[in-house]
């Protein structure tokens, strides 16, 4: 019988845990592993669960879908949620010790936020004011503290969704509070969270070492995300031109012969060709994510797409 993970809902129980699992009297010290998601889980998240293994332990996996990463006219409403599912899948995949599934980490003052299983209310901000305003409910006198990775969180995803990285820090740093792990690991896919994470952590000097894991894809080559779900079988198809165009970019630029907005505008017509509306194609160096304009040092092809209603993401490197 597979173990079944402690399922932990309370955020100072989820610390108490944590202390008394890591410092069990008469016991060596253990170290213990944190795999963040948002649930709706796949093969990708159970990647990030059995590389945790390698690195610690205890495994504690949180799901939440973090209301703060949202602006008003995003999909927090919509994002896939099955958090029956969830439980089952990471009690067949064995090695998780707990399971922390908050209704809510943020304090409005009023309302803890939740709707339905592993949906919770999204924060009322006027669109026009989304990028300087706090996540609060109407009325509210709630959240109002943020971490901002100013630098890394301006390009890339950050163009098109102002206030998500400001959310992803924020959380994290309030999991990692929490739970007080000693080595947390982020899929690479999110190119640009894991490396705004290790910046965070670098410069606020967390006691966490971060693990970027390798993108999991479909045997088809779509990268796996929780969004894919939502792409019509149509869709799905077209999406596929997303990984084709960034195997043809990589080979275009490991031949050196093709300027990077050459190789750029490659990705851009391969995608739009097959029917997707592109939000960025960027080539950037890979750990401060500027813009390059020729692969003489590492670098990442990040892409973000849309499919109908769904925006999908991918990139690969390019360790020249």
């Not at 173990?3 to 610390?15: F, L, N, S, T």
């Not at 009297?25 to 590389?51: D, N, Q, W, Y």
């Not at 922390?100 to 304090?107: A, E, K, S, V």
Request: hydrophobic share 40%; net charge negative; glycine share 8%.
């Amino acid at each position: 019988m597979e173990k079944q993970p402690e399922v932990i809902r309370d955020k100072a129980c989820m610390r108490a845990w944590s202390r008394r699992l890591r410092f069990e009297e008469g016991k060596e010290k253990r170290s213990l592993a944190l795999v963040p998601t948002m649930g709706f889980l796949h093969e990708g998240h159970l990647s990030l669960i059995r590389e945790a293994r390698a690195y610690a332990d205890l495994t504690v996996v949180s799901i939440y879908v973090n209301p703060g990463q949202f602006s008003p006219s995003e999909d927090l409403a919509s994002y896939p949620s099955d958090l029956r599912g969830d439980l089952r899948k990471l009690s067949e995949v064995g090695g998780v010790d707990a399971v922390f599934c908050p209704g809510n980490l943020y304090d409005y003052g009023s309302s803890d936020g939740v709707v339905n299983e592993g949906v919770f209310a999204a924060p009322t901000v006027p669109a026009e004011e989304a990028k300087a305003s706090s996540c609060l409910e109407d009325g509210g006198s709630g959240h109002e503290s943020w971490i901002r990775v100013e630098s890394l969180e301006r390009g890339l995803c950050g163009k098109s969704r102002p206030v998500f990285f400001r959310g992803v820090a924020t959380v994290v740093a309030k999991l990692f509070n929490i739970v007080e792990p000693d080595v947390a690991i982020f899929g690479k896919k999110d190119y640009q969270q894991w490396r705004l994470i290790c910046r965070m952590v670098r410069d606020l000097d967390f006691a966490v070492k971060i693990i970027g894991s390798e993108i999991v894809r479909e045997v088809d080559g779509l990268a796996m995300s929780s969004r894919n779900v939502r792409l019509l079988h149509g869709e799905r198809d077209k999406a596929l031109s997303i990984y084709k165009a960034l195997s043809e970019a990589k080979s275009a630029g490991l031949n050196g012969q093709s300027t990077c907005q050459e190789i750029k505008d490659l990705v851009v017509q391969t995608v739009s060709k097959a029917g997707g509306k592109i939000d960025y194609a960027e080539i950037v160096e890979q750990e401060s994510l500027t813009p390059v304009d020729q692969i003489n040092c590492p670098v990442v092809i990040c892409i973000a797409a849309w499919f109908g209603n769904v925006r999908l993401i991918d990139n690969i490197e390019i360790n020249a």
